[in-house]
C-alpha cells in the first residue's frame, strides 16, 4: 500500500504539469537593434495578476514560440543580458499570434544599471546536461562556488562530500577544464560565487567513451562552472590568520591567476583545528596499530550507517572525504596539518593542452575513541565485545598529476595522464577490548600496543591514441593503462590477552612484522567504429590485461634471552605470488538520432587467476572464468526540458592479494583476520535509470534515479565465533570468544535504491525549496559459525531544505533530513535493529549595518532507537561577528566561536552482515578564534565595468540593496 502512494504521488508530480495543456501558440523572433539574432533570449508569459503562465528561451536564430495557451489578456516579457527588457501587451482569442520582429535595446548605462529578470529559471535542459543559472540564486558577496550549488535544487553535502541527484560528485571543473587538481570540494571552496554565470551538471563518460561515443558505464558525476567572460583575466584568491583560545591557530590561503587560458594556483594551510588538504588515498589504507587485515573483509558494509551530526569533527569547517589531488578532507579524532599545493593549466599553442599539480601534506593525529559492537551468533545468543583506543599517528604525503593532451593534426590526437603518490605513515596505538554473554558471563579481555613505520608509493600512466578517418564515424583509438605500487610494512605488537573460563589464562604477544607489498599491472584497450548508416555506428573492441601481485609478511616473535626478534613463526608468516590475466573483446552498435541515443553490445571475457605460497608451505591455486557481458545504454530526449537515461551492464570483481593470501592478522587476538586463497571472481549486474523533468516557465526541477544490483559469487564475510577453546587445521590457537573473520563466495547479494528530489520557488518569502526522497534496500550474505546469515536492511530517508533568495545582504539555509533504519536477520530476529537520526539545521549570513557581518551555523541532531547512552540530542552551534574593511570591504576580521555550548561528539553506528557497532570518537572541544581575512579581486579594470549587466537579478519585485 506504502508502494502505491509512493508511485502514486510521484506519478502526479511528474505529469501535474501536463494537464494545463491549452490551444493556441505564440511566436516571434528577437532581434538586436543591428539585426543579429540573440539566441537564448528569455520568454515569459504572464496574466493579469502578473502570474507566470509559460515560458522558454530563443534558439540559434533568435526565433521563439509558446504552445498551449489559453484565450486571454498576457503580458509578454522579453529580457536578455545587455538589453533592456521589452514587454508587450497580447490578447489572445481564437487564432494563434504572430510577434513578427521584436528587436531590443542596448542599455546605455552599462556601468551603473542592473538588468531586472522576473522569475528568472532555475535549470535547462541541454542534451544530457542540466545547466543552473546563478541570477536564479542569491548569497553573499563573500560567498563561494560551494555555497551558491548548495542552493541548488537536489543538492545535499554530507560529512563534506557533495550529492548531487543522488550521487556523488567526482569531479568540478572550471570552464571544462580542471582547477586544483581533480578535487571537488577545493575547487567549490575556492572559486568566488560572483564569479559564476552558470553551473553544468551531467554524467562525464571514460575518456576513450567521449570519442567513440558509446558509453561503456565508467560515468562520473560532473559539475562544471561556466565563468564570466570578464572574469576570465585576472587575480583572486584569499589570505587568513586565525588564533584563539587553548592555543588553536589557523593560516593559509589560495592565489589564482587567470589569463586567458593560462591558470596557475597556489595554495596552503597550517593550523590545529582539524581543517584538512588530503584524500583517504593519502592514508594508504593504514590501520592504526595493525597489519591492514582489515583490508580483507568482503562486501561494504550493508547501508543504514548514521554519521554525527555534520560539524561533529571539529573545526570551523565542515567534513569533506572524496580522496582526490587536493582534497579538503576530515580525518577523526584532533588533527594538526600542514599542506602545500600548486596547480598549473594552459594551452601551448594550437597544438598541446596541459595541465599539472603538485600537493604535499603532513598531518598529525590523535584519536581517542570507544567502541560498543554486538555479534549475530546462532542460537539467540549475543556476543558483545566493547573498546577503548588511542593513537597519534604522522602522516606524509607528496603527490604529483598531470593531463597533457597533444593534438598531432585534424585527425590525431595523443592524451597522457601520470600521477605519482609517495606517502609515509608512522603511528602508535593502545587498544583496550572486552568480549562477554553478559556483564557477569565474561569471555575474555586483552589490551595491547602496536607501532607502525609504513612507506610506499602508487605510479600510474594512461595513454590514449586517437584516430578519425576520413570516411564520417570511422575512428580507432588505442589506450594503454600501467600502474607500479609498493608498501612496506614495519609492525611492532605488545598484547596481553585473559581467558575467563574454569580458569584464567593469560597469554602473551611481543611480536614484529616485516610486511612487503608489491603490484604491476598493464591493460589495454583498443576500439574501432565504423558507420552503418547515417544513424547508426558499430563498435569492435579488445581489452587484454595482465596484473602481477607480491606480498611478504614476515613474523618474528620476541626472544627475551637475546633480546631480539629473533625466533621466525611459521603459522603467522607467509609468502605469496598472484597473477591475473583477461582478455575481454566483443561487438556494440549504436543508433543515435535526434530524441534517442541507443547502444548495446555485449562482450566476453576470459580470466586466469594463478596464486602460489611459496614459503612455509609451497601451494598453487590456478582458476580460470569465463563470461558473456552484455550491456545496453539508452538516452531518451523526450522534451526540450526533460530526459530519461536508461544504463545496464555487468562487470566482475577479483579477490584483491590481502583477500587471498592465507596468513593470519593478530593484531588483535580477540578478533582476527585472514585471507582465502579459494576465492572465486565475482560477477556483477546493475541497472541505473535517471528521469529529469523541468518546467522552465516555472522553474520547477523533478529528478528521480533508480539504481539496482544483484551479485553471483558475492565476496563476503564468514565469522568463526570459538565457544570453547579450539586449534584451527593450522595450528592457531583459538580460546573461548575469540573470532576469525575471512572472505568467502556467497549467493544472494542484493542492493536497491530509489532517489528523487523536488525542487521550485515560493515567490512569496523569496526562497527557493527542495524536497526529497529515498528508498535503500540491501540483502547481505554472510557466514556466522558455518551458518548462512542474510542482513535485511531498509533505509528511508526524506528532507527538505528551504534556501534564501530575497538579498546578499540576507543569506540563510534551513534544512532537515531524517533517516530510519530497519534491520533484518535471517538467523536472530531478536538482533534486528530499528532506529531513527533527525538532523535540523541553519545556516546564515547577515549585513547587518554598514560592513558589520553576523553569521550562524547550528545543527540539531536527534538519534533514537539506540542504546541509552546514544539517545540522546546534540546541538552544535558555530558563530561568527565581523568587520568588513577597507576598499570593496576587503578585509574583514572576525570573532568566531566553535561549539558555543560545548556539546560537540561524534557518534557513528555501522551495520556489518555479522554485527552492529556504535563507535564515539573525542573531537575538537569549544574554542574561541580571532581571524583576520584579505580577499583578492583583482580582475581587468575594462572588463570589470562591464560587471553589472551580469549581476543576479532579485526576486520580485526588486528593492533596495546596499550597504
Known sequence: MKARFFLVILFLIIFIDNATAQNHSINGTILSGSGDPLPGASVVLKDNQNHTVNGTTSNANGFFELSKVAPGNYKLSISFLGFTDTILHIAVKSENIQTGTIRLKEQSNILNEVVVLQNARIVEIKGDTSEYKTQSFKTNPDATAEDLIKKMPGVSIENGTVNIQGEEVKKVLVNGKEFIGN??????KTIPAEMIEAIQVYDEMSEQAKFTGFNDGETSKTVNLKTFSNKSKGTFGKVFAGYGTDERYSLGGNINIFNGDRRISILGMSNNINQQNFSSQDLFNLATGGRGGSGRMGGPPIGGNIPGPPSGTGGMSENMRSPSDFLVGQNSGINTNNSLGINYVDLWGK??????????????????????????????????????????????????????????????SLLIIPSMNIQKNKSNSNTNGLSYYALNDLLNSTENSTDNDVSGYNFSNNLLFRHKFDKSGRTLSVSVNNNLSKKNTDNYLLSGTEYFSEYITTEMTNQHTDGKTTSSGISSNISYTEPVSKTSQLMASWNPSYTKNNSDNMVNQYDSI????????????????????????????????????????????????????????????EK??????????????????????????????????????????NSNPLSMTSGNPDLDQQFNHSIHTAYNRTNQARTKMFFMVFSGSISDNYIGNST??????????????????????????????KNVQGFFTYGFPVYLIKCNMNVNGSYIYSETPALINAIKNLSMNNTYKGGLSVTSNISKEFDFTLAYNGSYNKVINSIQSSLDENYYTGNLSFKSNMILIKHLVFNNNITYTRYYGLSESYDEDLVIWNMGVGYKFLKNNAAELQLSVYDLLDQNESFVRNVNSSYVEDVKTKLLQQYFMLTLTYNIRNFDAEKEAEKNDMERPPFPPPFKQGI
Open 183 to 188: 578535487d571537488a570540494s577545493v575547487t567549490l
Open 351 to 412: 597544438k598541446w593542452d596541459v595541465s599539472g599539480s603538485y600537493f604535499y601534506n603532513s598531518t598529525i593525529n590523535n584519536t581517542t575513541s570507544t567502541t560498543d559492537r554486538t555479534y549475530f551468533l546462532d542460537n539467540n545468543i549475543r556476543q558483545y565485545y566493547d573498546e577503548s583506543s588511542e593513537s597519534i599517528g604522522n602522516n606524509y604525503n607528496h603527490r604529483i598529476n598531470a593531463r597533457v593532451e597533444y593534438k598531432i593534426d585534424s585527425m590525431n
Open 562 to 621: 637475546n633480546y631480539t626478534y629473533a625466533d621466525l613463526d611459521t603459522l603467522l608468516s607467509n609468502v605469496y605470488r598472484n597473477t591475473i590475466v583477461k582478455q575481454r573483446g566483443g561487438f556494440s552498435i549504436r543508433k543515435n538520432t535526434e530524441k534517442i541515443n541507443l547502444n548495446a553490445g555485449i562482450d566476453y571475457q576470459i580470466a586466469y587467476l594463478s596464486g602460489s605460497n611459496t614459503w612455509p608451505e609451497e601451494s598453487v591455486t
Open 624 to 665: 580460470e572464468f569465463s563470461n558473456f557481458m552484455p550491456k545496453a545504454d539508452m538516452f531518451y530526449h523526450f522534451s526540450k526540458s526533460g530526459f530519461l537515461h536508461l544504463n545496464y551492464r555487468t562487470t566482475t570483481t577479483t579477490p584483491s592479494v590481502n583477500q587471498l593470501q592465507n596468513v593470519i592478522d
Open 720 to 749: 568463526f565465533t570459538s565457544l570453547s577453546d579450539t586449534v584451527l587445521p593450522n595450528g592457531i590457537q583459538m580460546n573461548s570468544g575469540s573470532q576469525l573473520t575471512a572472505p568467502v563466495n556467497l549467493e544472494g547479494y
